[in-house]
């Protein structure tokens, strides 16, 4: 079952195999500097899934383009 994550982050774990969706054309407005348009962001470190030696694993994402 996809995890949300953050901003326009779905993440599913398949044994160990991590699928991270976007949709491209998201657009949550400029950057905080107005340099980019943010399109998708996990809002800092995310844990999205344990590893086979119950570590956990964690996604820090930014996804931009330019205006």
């Known amino acids: 079952m996809p995890q949300n994550i953050g901003k326009n982050i779905k993440a599913t774990v398949k044994g160990s195999t991590l699928t ?29 899934a344990k590893n086979s030696k119950g570590q956990e694993v964690k996604l820090g994402l930014n996804l931009y383009r330019k205006p």
């Open 20 to 48: 991270i969706v976007v949709d491209l054309d998201a657009d949550f407005g400029p950057s905080s500097s107005g340099k980019t348009i943010l399109i998708a962001s996990s809002e800092g470190n995310q844990t999205v």
